[in-house]
């Protein structure tokens, strides 16, 4: 389980890459009430990860920096 912290509450999408093959391995989304932000990927030997909000019912992302 990967545990991202410091995210505010709701929806992300979230995109995994094999860095060795350089190849996007899933894409799926993930949703938290508090933080940290929790979900399962298999890492098998190298990772990287691209976290992004959802888009909102009118189009626009929520970031807070």
Known sequence: TLQIP????GAYRIT???TEAGI??????ATTAEDPLRF???VLRD???AIRPAAQADG???VNR
């Open 60 to 62: 626009s992302h929520r």
């Open 47 to 49: 990772l990287a990860l």
């Open 40 to 42: 399962e990927v298999p």
């Open 6 to 9: 410091g995210l505010v509450a």
């Open 24 to 29: 996007v391995v899933a894409r799926f989304e």
């Open 16 to 18: 995994t890459f094999n």
